[in-house]
């Protein structure tokens, strides 16, 4: 099978469907509105089109949006398959695997050992996070699994009666969540990847300990000798930072949720290597062998939820079958156990905790209020709130009086973290991640969580998240100061620092070009503090799915960083739909995993070295001049009703998609505007802003002939405009200008004027990117750009009509409440045609 049999296949599937449960006018409409569609793509006139749109009644219009929504959900599973498909048929040594990894260090130089003393230094750490653009309800994810799992056979007898039935079920199955998603809604959907992930990780471990052996000679045994440097951690129920519902509870849910999730993993494969490894060691006596004797102990503790020790044991089996010459039997059936056990042990996943500076600070006043150490804490300069907050860290008194019940406001701030306190005690510390501190601009803003933290007698080690422009620029000087103070360094210890770089607002405030040279500095010279001081560190990288905040290739992406910038390892954030497109098999997840490993092994490699000085000028122009651009558009006094016209950004807030709201608190405004609900808007509209405006002028700063060398021979500006090719690529000016038509009464020869200008920096943009590239944009990803291609005639249906429904929402009395279940249906269809909308 092919993937365009794939397509024909269960399209023409969708289609009987349709026919047998809508009737022949029905799939005649959809039928006549795809041909109409792709004469308009191809140059026709749009007058049919535009009146079939406009004739449609609100239950056609809600269906069609459907057909062409769920033709993109079954697209997206045959695009899907066939990549697990290609991966299946590849052979050694693909591109970004580990054994291209392992014999890449040797070409550069390094030793066995050296490689070796890499792997156990460096350690990648992928993040889940609420930050959902999916928006299907659990039930219709499980029919589409049901489905991906008949796509290798297709053509065996029954396959098309169970994937018609799935199908069937589907179209009569409310695709939208009738509630918002509580928490551990969220909670339980992310861990539904880990699965997969468990699968794939076996595998990783002989892969590794494999390449060591090809490459060097190098013998040791798999996850036992050689271990894939691989953490996972979670956000989901410890993300308080505007969200009001990651309540305390919500944290106790989440981390019961870990520990019962972990549990039914670890003892699942003890079972399976119970079953399997039926060997009798040399001690073994009875009927019961001995390896199964200590299998079956494992197995009972982790049932009755007790702390034991299960890689202690399992290695001891692990050693004892390879000094018996079963090695076979070692890695490929008693490994997997081993493997789960280190990596997601008891705890699953370690959680953070997330909370805005504002916050922390607030807890903080009160708390040296109650304790009468200072009447007013916030009103304090920066130089003596540090004075106040070090001589606390030098005491070990609390500050709440001891008995008394915590304020509202109190228990909500230290409540999460006597939460992970307790979960710490019950399976271990590494229940228990970072605190992360949102908006950190100062060094006090990292300090205040300590108190907070001993309050309940518990060590946190806080992780400034530097998320402004302004913010990334000062990062530096703040971690320089913050590591200077003694109680600081006392209390962080041999532990590595960690420092988390915020993607989605430096680009909403500044722009691509801006936030991504913003970030690139902020690193390099945070690294150069952090070795001066003689601290390890480890830099956190807040990535979203969409170009605009972050999104693109993890193996490009971390290929791309400043060299030297890595030291105790990475963190990356894993959000949106990339945990579906990147974790929902088992060769998904492991082709991911290994190009992320690999991108991180050869970028920790790399020995610290400034780029030339003639490219740091270079973006020392170009940023400024982006910058200057993107504000001077975003902040046109009639920008935001010309942007809350235009898009859906009013719908996308009644959508129920995530458990946190589209702004933090206060008056409406682009500054509280969340950046996912940003860049979802812009996606629907296909303009894609967040991923390229601004990046014209800063072309022109550099000048062409320098930005073709810096594109050729560095490895950051590479990345940097492959991603923006992506999001130039996925825009559509026919499809944009739809929604200009939206602008309406006063304001329109404002708005039409911006998104003129808004058009000829696009088309500008793909001038200048195509000649630094010196190709057509994705020309070095032809598979992109033809899924691109062939996605646009079935998208552009469910554009059209979502501006229509837009159009009598917001004209019509009551027309948001009457339109808004077929709106919803638009904005999902759209993201799934799209994809990386978040």
Do not use: C
């Given at each position: 099978m092919t993937l365009n049999r794939?397509?024909?296949?269960?399209?023409?599937?969708?289609?009987?469907?349709?026919?047998?449960?809508?009737?022949?006018?029905?799939?005649?409409?959809?039928?006549?509105?795809?041909?109409?569609?792709?004469?308009?793509?191809?140059?026709?006139?749009?007058?049919?089109?535009?009146?079939?749109?406009?004739?449609?009644?609100?239950?056609?219009?809600?269906?069609?949006?459907?057909?062409?929504?769920?033709?993109?959900?079954?697209?997206?599973?045959?695009?899907?398959?066939?990549?697990?498909?290609?991966?299946?048929?590849?052979?050694?040594?693909?591109?970004?695997?580990?054994?291209?990894?392992?014999?890449?260090?040797?070409?550069?130089?390094?030793?066995?050992?050296?490689?070796?003393?890499?792997?156990?230094?460096?350690?990648?750490?992928?993040?889940?996070?609420?930050?959902?653009?999916?928006?299907?309800?659990?039930?219709?994810?499980?029919?589409?699994?049901?489905?991906?799992?008949?796509?290798?056979?297709?053509?065996?007898?029954?396959?098309?009666?169970?994937?018609?039935?799935?199908?069937?079920?589907?179209?009569?199955?409310?695709?939208?969540?009738?509630?918002?998603?509580?928490?551990?809604?969220?909670?339980?959907?992310?861990l539904t990847y880990i699965g997969p992930i468990a699968e794939a990780l076996p595998a990783l471990e002989r892969d590794l300990s494999r390449a060591l052996q090809e490459v060097y000679g190098v013998t040791g045994a798999a996850g036992l000798d050689t271990q894939v440097p691989l953490r996972f951690s979670s956000w989901m129920g410890g993300d308080r930072d505007g969200n009001p519902f990651v309540t305390p509870q919500a944290t106790r849910e989440a981390l019961a949720l870990h520990r019962e999730r972990a549990r039914d993993l670890l003892a699942g494969e003890l079972r399976r290597a119970y079953a399997s490894v039926s060997q009798e060691d040399l001690e073994g006596e009875g009927e019961q062998p001995g390896y199964r004797q200590a299998l079956l102990a494992l197995y009972q503790a982790v049932q009755r939820g007790e702390q034991v020790d299960v890689c202690g044991g399992l290695s001891c089996i692990y050693r004892e079958l390879l000094a018996a010459g079963q090695r076979r039997t070692a890695e490929e059936l008693l490994l997997p156990a081993l493997t789960l056990a280190r990596v997601f042990g008891q705890h699953l996943v370690s959680l953070d905790i997330r909370e805005h500076s504002g916050q922390t600070g607030q807890a903080v006043a009160e708390l040296?209020?109650?304790?009468?150490?200072?009447?007013?804490?916030?009103?304090?300069?920066?130089?003596?709130?540090?004075?106040?907050?070090?001589?606390?860290?030098?005491?070990?008194?609390?500050?709440?009086p001891a008995g008394e019940p915590l304020t509202d406001n109190l228990e909500t701030a230290i409540g999460p973290i006597r939460e992970v306190q307790a979960a710490a005690r019950e399976v271990g510390a590494a229940a228990f991640g970072h605190y992360v501190v949102s908006m950190s601009e100062s060094v006090s803003d990292v300090l205040e969580p300590l108190l907070l933290a001993r309050e309940v007698g518990f060590r946190i080690l806080p992780v400034p998240l530097f998320e402004t422009l302004d913010d990334l620029r000062r990062a530096p000087d703040t971690v320089r100061e913050l590591l200077t103070l003694p109680e600081y360094r006392t209390h962080l210890g041999e532990d590595a620092q960690e420092i988390m770089l915020g993607y989605s607002d430096s680009n909403k405030d500044a722009g691509f070009l801006a936030a991504n040279w913003a970030l690139h500095e902020a690193q390099r010279h945070i690294s150069a503090v952090c070795r001066e001081a003689g601290v390890r560190w480890r830099f956190f990288h807040g990535r979203g799915t969409s170009i605009g905040r972050g999104g693109g290739p993890a193996g490009r992406a971390i290929l791309?960083?400043?060299?030297?910038?890595?030291?105790?390892?990475?963190?990356?954030?894993?959000?949106?739909?990339?945990?579906?497109?990147?974790?929902?098999?088992?060769?998904?997840?492991?082709?991911?995993?290994?190009?992320?490993?690999?991108?991180?092994?050869?970028?920790?490699?790399?020995?610290?070295?400034?780029?030339?000085?003639?490219?740091?000028?270079?973006?020392?122009?170009?940023?400024?001049?982006?910058?200057?651009?993107?504000?001077?558009?975003?902040?046109?006094?009639a920008f935001l009703p010309f942007f809350e016209a235009i898009t859906p950004i009013h719908e996308i807030s009644r959508l129920n998609i995530a458990s946190r709201p589209v702004r933090r608190p206060g008056a409406p405004s682009l500054g509280n505007l969340r950046a996912i609900p940003w860049v979802m808007s812009w996606t629907q509209t296909r303009a894609n802003l967040p991923g390229w405006y601004g990046l014209s002028e800063g072309l022109r700063a550099i000048g062409m002939p320098q930005a073709q060398v810096m594109y050729a021979e560095w490895p950051f500006f590479r990345s940097m405009l492959d991603n923006a090719q992506m999001s130039l690529a996925k825009s559509d000016s026919l499809i944009f200008r739809r929604y200009v038509s939206l602008l309406e009464g006063e304001g329109r020869p404002q708005g039409e004027a911006l998104a003129a200008h808004l058009e000829d920096a696009f088309a500008e943009?793909?001038?200048?990117?195509?000649?630094?590239?010196?190709?057509?944009?994705?020309?070095?990803?032809?598979?992109?750009?033809?899924?691109?291609?062939?996605?646009?005639?079935?998208?552009?249906?469910?554009?059209?009509?979502?501006v229509e429904l837009l159009r009598r929402a917001r004209t019509e009395p009551g027309g948001l409440d009457r339109y808004e279940h077929a709106l919803m249906l638009t904005l999902q269809g759209v993201s799934a045609g799209v994809r990386n909308t978040g």
């Open positions: 794939d397509v024909s296949m269960l399209g023409r599937w969708l289609g009987q469907v349709l026919r047998e449960q809508r009737g022949e006018a029905f799939f005649e409409l959809v039928e006549r509105t795809r041909a109409l569609v792709r004469e308009v793509r191809a140059g026709g006139d749009p007058t049919e089109l535009d009146k079939l749109l406009r004739g449609l009644n609100q239950s056609e219009a809600s269906d069609l949006a459907r057909a062409f929504s769920l033709y993109f959900q079954l697209v997206n599973l045959a695009e899907e398959y066939e990549r697990v498909r290609a991966l299946r048929q590849r052979q050694d040594p693909r591109p970004q695997s580990l054994l291209r990894a392992v014999q890449e260090l040797r070409d550069q130089g390094m030793s066995a050992g050296e490689v070796q003393e890499l792997i156990a230094r460096v350690g990648l750490e992928l993040t889940f996070t609420a930050h959902p653009t999916e928006m299907r309800r659990r039930t219709v994810r499980q029919h589409l699994e049901r489905i991906a799992q008949e796509l290798p056979g297709l053509e065996r007898a029954g396959a098309q009666e169970r994937v018609l039935a799935h199908i069937e079920a589907l179209w009569g199955t409310p695709e939208l969540r009738r509630i918002r998603p509580t928490v551990q809604d969220e909670v339980k959907a992310g040296l209020r109650a304790a009468g150490v200072a009447e007013d804490y916030a009103a304090l300069p920066e130089a003596d709130k540090l004075a106040l907050l070090s001589a606390e860290l030098r005491s070990r008194r609390p500050l709440w791309g960083q400043p060299a030297g910038t890595i030291d105790a390892g990475l963190r990356i954030t894993e959000q949106g739909e990339a945990l579906a497109d990147k974790y929902s098999h088992p060769a998904l997840a492991h082709r991911n995993l290994e190009q992320a490993l690999y991108g991180t092994l050869l970028s920790a490699a790399r020995p610290p070295a400034a780029p030339p000085q003639g490219w740091l000028e270079a973006m020392d122009r170009a940023a400024p001049a982006g910058a200057a651009a993107y504000r001077a558009f975003v902040h046109d006094p943009t793909v001038t200048l990117v195509g000649q630094v590239v010196g190709k057509e944009l994705l020309a070095q990803e032809p598979r992109l750009a033809e899924s691109i291609r062939l996605r646009n005639p079935y998208v552009d249906p469910i554009h059209r009509i979502q």
